[in-house]
């Protein structure tokens, strides 16, 4: 009996050795991301030569991002507001998207439909990046020119619209479960006062699954800033704060793709900022993640009571 | 948060429901936003379905017998795509291979073994942003950990199928984890009571009664993790891919052509998009095809199962 | 559905033992010389069927990397290795060889329906500042320049940069391609853009501009008239040996450099 209860010991122990492989490889994730990002902040050597690092606070607020050049500069910022600007206009068209999407699934379909548009809803999440970023690049860049009268058939909101799509499947299936997990009591409530199913939808299970919804808005944005494909193929790459939605821009993962192949192995500054890049971008995720985590936990709902 | 909506139901109730014009308009504003819902709805579809549409006009003519069994020709200009299926097989199967029983086994601890407390928590923040890390920069780290030979201890593998294979099944660990939790959640615990009752121990009861009946949806996400392998493009840039490599790796330390990454390769760095066209669309078809056909096969899996639960 | 599973697995590894073994020879670097590099292998492989290539073009810097590294055995590049990167190969303890294979010229290109057909160093300079920003300022129609630029660290854009911009910075609404096929591609889409590309890399749907009056052509980059050539070079490291050597000096020999001027290149012999 003792060995048999020190061997469920030894199992156990092994299955939590499995379940801390996340913890390692996110562990191992930052561990690389931060040596290799280091030196851009605190200088090197290369090759008996000495190179001074730049301040922090340069790096994220500069605004010139000129990395060859005979005075180089590393500031982050056109990046840093190419992405923000991307995510935000296909938040504009993800989330009403997403979350009517959710709402119609949630509420609204017969089961019949709702059968149909479920898988569908999947289907467009598993699409390949680069599937979708080569679409915009042939199909809808060209479609671009001929309607407006523009520069750049690659710019900001073909990007956008590229990625919003990627994004409704993350924000309506997310959505979709918190709406579903909305007591039926409420509604029933609701309903029995009078209210038509609209006026329900609206003003009962909405506000009650608001921190699902948020969750959803909150991953789905991250899921935008950090797609690569997309903006590599369709943003246009210019280093630039956006002045118009047409102007090209170039996203921090696009910047890191793009520049990575060209930079010689941890021997220039050039390389230790892609990955000072790759670090800034893994922090902004890595908030958007805690931040769903902590709604999702503070708010959390449990049956009817909670509200 | 109840206060507001009691009381905006007064506000409503005292409507008086069911009579006169306020009603009507009321009917009128839920059907107008009803609508609005299935014209979402439709949007959604009908990106999947133009999206997919383009691949399959255009790609459909460039697919053939010989375009999928034989070697690219002409630095890539001609030929099939033989070498980037098969690299594509090579990258997600391997990389599942490697995730499969790691991300299994940390489901069975996260469900079966662990009580909720701080470490639990910890897990599962690692896990929710393992899952939120941008592909470029699981393909940064795998370049700086497997790739690269240098003092900081990088592994030194070269670009080659193992480093990709490695590099992906991080990746995909949280997708597997994910699945393999939510099947085992839906092995009812009364299996569990019934197994103990009899006297087993809950290392038997986990491998002879949770994991078979676990089995299909296990398998659900197993597919579902090689379509995500498949269709990753920048995770396997630095670490896998080569543009133009038209014999097989003969070992894992060898670089692979693979079907995302031809893409991006052809439409953007070949020495001819335009001519390359029809080889574009009719690789992005197969992958399409690829990745949604084994995503179907998961749906439906899925939805089979459910029903004999239910 | 597991047979078929078993039968494709079966099918692969068969496939993979009959295919590997031969001697390969590996080469990355830059998407300028990957055309000519990959005519070159097709022939190659023509003559000597046991030989077995893996190209990858992702820019210059990968050429130098892989050279660095020992990941690859011939490293393309359509600039020459910086300093640092030489002091970094000899740290490694490897002399890297360097053969110059061709010279190219750096073509301004247009859209077909483009009226302008000449331009000036100095009008392009001052385009890619946007000190010069419609197209009637340079003899064409009215509307406004579309700028079309490489990606700052390739070969192509060191070689611009230092010749027509004179090292000085471009006007940071310029769109960054990542090669020089996509450039051609872009452009040929574009009716306001401007670009440039390699001469191996013109084709009917774009068209070239002469600069400073002089055509680009395989005649004004050998004699040195035209303004814009540099040398595409291929690096090995250590003087290369076996196969790899018998692969550049069929590259040098008459019959390599003719299929180099076949792709657009202007030869060395």
Redesign the interface.
Known sequence: MLSRSLKEKVIRIGFLACASASILALGLIMYFLITEALPTFMGFDAMGEKFSGIGFFDFIFGNQWKPVSETPQWGILPLIMGSVWVTLISSVIAIPLGIMTAVYLAEIAPNKVREIVKPMVELLASLPSVVIGFFGMVVVAPLLLELFDIRFGVNMLNASIMLAFMAVPTITSIAEDSIHSVPDELREGSLALGATRFETIWRVVLPASLSGLSTAVILGMSRSIGETMVVLMVAGGAARIPTSIFDPVRPMPASIAAEMGETSFGLEMHYFALFAIAMVLFIITFLFNLLADHIAHKYKQVGSASL | ??E??ST???V??S????TGTSMLR??I??ES??T???A??A???L??FI??G??VYYGLPAISWEFLTTQP?????AGGI?PCI?GT??LSLGSMALAL??GV??A???H???TPGLFMR?????????A??????????G???FV???D?GGLGM??SVAAGCMTLA?LI??VI?GTSEEALRSVPDTYREASLGLGA???QTIFKVVLPSALPGILTGSI?SI??A?????AI??TA???????????IF??VMAL??Q???L????????AT?PL?YGT?LV??AL??GM??IA?LLR?RLRKKLS | MKKLLIAFVAMAVLSVSALAGAAEIRVKGSTTVDPAMKKLVAAYQGMHPGVNFSISATGSGDGAKAIINKTADIGMMSRDMKSAEIEKCKANGIEPVQFVIALDCLVPIVHPSNPVSEITTAQLKDIYQDKIRDWKDVGGNKGMIALFSRETNSGTYEVWHKKVMQKEDEFDLVSRMPSNAAMAAKIAGNKKGIGYVGLGFLNPKIKALTVNGVEASVETGKSGEYPLSRGLNLYTGGQPSGETKAFIDFVMSPAGQKIIAEVGFVPMQ
Do not use: H
């Open positions: 948060m109840s507001m909506v905006e139901m007064t409503n109730g409507n008086i429901p069911g009321r009917k504003t839920q936003w009803f609005l819902f299935r979402a709805v949007i959604n579809g990106a999947l999206i997919v383009y691949m020709t002409e630095g890539g200009l033989f098969v097989f090579y029983p790691l086994a940390s069975i601890y996260l079966e073994y662990a910890i897990i599962r923040l690692c896990i929710n942003n393992l939120g890390v941008p592909s470029v920069v699981f393909g940064l780290f370049m700086a950990f690269a030979a240098r900081l070269g670009v991080v660990l949280p984890i121990t809950k290392w579902l379509s995500r498949a269709g990753e493009t920048a840039m630095f891919a080569a543009s133009y490599n038209p014999t097989l790796p003969g070992s060898d670089e995302p990454y893409i991006y390769s439409s953007v760095s070949s020495t001819d998009p335009e066209l574009q992005s992958l399409v990745v949604l995503n179907l749906i939805s």
